[in-house]
């Protein structure tokens, strides 16, 4: 059943990216994984480790005290306090409760910010290359995204300039990803200065996805939020997904002046009447106890990035970017294939070894693949060799 003659709201050509085609080798892998056949999967975004213990039996515990209703639609009290909490103790910003509302993960505060910030009519300036889903979230009330490369010759690092010049009378807002995926890059002070300069003189929002703000090496991570005059025109959207291996609860959240939450309370009612009890008990106990465990994973990524880092560096024509957070490392194939898509199936198809097409992040990625480390060290460095023996092979 097709339903050919009926029609569909004009927000469906702006929910459908293509981002989503830079999965296809990833998908290829997961079902040859299925068959029962071998593969290593190096394309995958979502930690290898288990949820930490007491974050589940927290999750569990309440669950069986009967956890089960709706609940409070921005989030409940004690854990939006304990967010603000965490996020002050790292920013020196004074944060209470009502600047924070719990999401669906990253993925729905952004879309609640992209909705309460940007309409018909306005540009959205984006660094690219991007996560997958920014388009489409973005641009989904009908704002337009404007897409300003941050060059692989400059080590994928933001040009504040073409942000700069890349401003009119549309634009509503920037919106940043530090750390990065998938680069790595950790935006130093001075550059989120520099566009925190642009979003005061211009009266510009600032939308800052700190997902990966747990998870990093080298450098430091800094909050554009908690720059001077920054915390009124900037929304923080982050989660435990990365930092502490809970992408399927799906719980996050966005911090930010009283009003933008307030609006996002009255989306929020509409869109998932807020986020489980029982979930957000679980994330309240991780963010006030579970520093440790996450502390663990973060050391065993950066081992595994150099682990990675080391044995790819080998092959000659491959050259890697060392990731300065995240969980992924890039590797520039410009030079030994078509594209980074055709490198990405051939490697696949030739070492069942699964890595995802840069250039599904945006043009400045072009001609780059993005290798996980969200596997064992054992498995990653026979994933690299299989790709270094590949690339040799060519
Ligand atoms: C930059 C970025 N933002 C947001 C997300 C979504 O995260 P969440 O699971 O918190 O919704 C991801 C997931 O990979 C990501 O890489």
């Given at each position: 059943?097709?339903?050919?003659?009926?029609?569909?709201?004009?927000?469906?050509?702006?929910?459908?990216?293509?981002?989503?085609?830079?999965?296809e080798v990833?998908?290829k892998a997961?079902?040859a994984?299925?068959?029962?056949e071998e593969a290593i999967v190096l394309s995958?975004?979502?930690?290898?480790?288990?949820?930490?213990?007491?974050?589940?039996?927290?999750?569990?515990?309440?669950?069986?005290?009967?956890?089960?209703?709706?609940?409070?639609?921005?989030?409940?009290?004690?854990?939006?306090?304990?967010?603000?909490?965490?996020?002050?103790?790292?920013?020196?910003?004074?944060?209470?409760?009502?600047?924070?509302?719990?999401?669906?993960?990253?993925?729905?505060?952004?879309?609640?910010?992209?909705?309460?910030?940007?309409?018909?009519?306005?540009?959205?300036?984006?660094?690219?290359?991007?996560?997958?889903?920014?388009?489409?979230?973005?641009?989904?009330?009908?704002?337009?995204?404007?897409?300003?490369?941050?060059?692989?010759?400059?080590?994928?690092?933001?040009?504040?300039?073409?942000?700069?010049?890349?401003?009119?009378?549309?634009?509503?807002?920037?919106?940043?990803?530090?750390?990065?995926?998938?680069?790595?890059?950790?935006?130093?002070?001075?550059?989120?200065?520099?566009?925190?300069?642009?979003?005061?003189?211009?009266?510009?929002?600032?939308?800052?996805?700190?997902?990966?703000?747990?998870?990093?090496?080298?450098?430091?991570?800094?909050?554009?939020?908690?720059?001077?005059?920054?915390?009124?025109?900037?929304?923080?959207?982050?989660?435990?997904?990365?930092?502490?291996?809970?992408?399927?609860?799906?719980?996050?959240?966005?911090?930010?002046?009283?009003?933008?939450?307030?609006?996002?309370?009255?989306?929020?009612?509409?869109?998932?009447?807020?986020?489980?009890?029982?979930?957000?008990?679980?994330?309240?106990?991780?963010?006030?106890?579970?520093?440790?465990?996450?502390?663990?994973?973060?050391?065993?990524?950066?081992?595994?990035?150099?682990?990675?880092?080391?044995?790819l560096?080998?092959a000659?024509g491959l050259?890697?970017?060392?990731?300065?957070?995240?969980?992924?490392?890039?590797a520039?194939v410009?030079?030994l294939a078509d594209s980074s898509r055709a490198f990405a199936n051939d490697l696949f198809d030739a070492t069942n070894v699964s890595v995802l097409d840069?250039?599904?992040?945006?043009?400045?990625?072009?001609?780059?693949v993005?290798i996980?480390?969200?596997?064992?060290?054992?498995?990653?460095?026979e994933g690299c060799r299989r790709i270094v023996n590949f690339v040799n092979g060519l």
């Amino acid at each position: 059943m097709t339903g050919s003659d009926v029609r569909y709201s004009p927000l469906i050509d702006r929910i459908h990216s293509d981002g989503a085609d830079g999965w296809e080798v990833h998908a290829k892998a997961m079902a040859a994984v299925a068959r029962g056949e071998e593969a290593i999967v190096l394309s995958v975004g979502d930690p290898d480790f288990d949820t930490p213990a007491p974050i589940v039996e927290h999750a569990v515990v309440a669950l069986r005290a009967g956890d089960t209703h709706y609940s409070n639609i921005p989030g409940r009290e004690h854990v939006r306090a304990a967010v603000a909490e965490t996020m002050a103790a790292q920013t020196g910003l004074d944060l209470s409760s009502r600047n924070v509302i719990i999401s669906a993960g990253t993925q729905g505060a952004l879309l609640g910010a992209s909705l309460c910030l940007l309409g018909a009519g306005d540009e959205v300036i984006s660094l690219d290359p991007m996560y997958l889903t920014y388009e489409a979230t973005l641009c989904v009330g009908g704002a337009t995204m404007v897409r300003i490369g941050q060059p692989a010759s400059t080590g994928f690092r933001p040009d504040v300039a073409a942000i700069g010049a890349a401003i009119t009378k549309r634009t509503r807002a920037i919106a940043i990803t530090t750390p990065n995926n998938p680069t790595g890059v950790v935006m130093t002070r001075g550059e989120l200065d520099g566009i925190a300069a642009l979003a005061m003189a211009h009266n510009l929002w600032v939308i800052a996805d700190e997902v990966y703000g747990g998870l990093v090496f080298d450098g430091e991570h800094v909050s554009i939020a908690s720059l001077p005059g920054m915390a009124e025109r900037t929304v923080t959207v982050s989660s435990l997904s990365k930092s502490h291996a809970m992408t399927g609860w799906r719980i996050g959240w966005a911090v930010g002046p009283e009003t933008l939450i307030d609006h996002m309370d009255a989306l929020q009612l509409n869109v998932n009447y807020g986020v489980p009890g029982f979930i957000q008990e679980a994330a309240r106990e991780a963010l006030l106890t579970c520093d440790a465990e996450s502390e663990a994973m973060r050391t065993t990524y950066r081992r595994r990035r150099d682990l990675a880092v080391d044995i790819l560096s080998a092959a000659p024509g491959l050259s890697v970017l060392v990731p300065e957070a995240g969980m992924y490392v890039l590797a520039d194939v410009s030079s030994l294939a078509d594209s980074s898509r055709a490198f990405a199936n051939d490697l696949f198809d030739a070492t069942n070894v699964s890595v995802l097409d840069a250039g599904a992040f945006g043009e400045a990625a072009q001609g780059w693949v993005r290798i996980g480390f969200m596997t064992s060290d054992e498995e990653l460095a026979e994933g690299c060799r299989r790709i270094v023996n590949f690339v040799n092979g060519l």
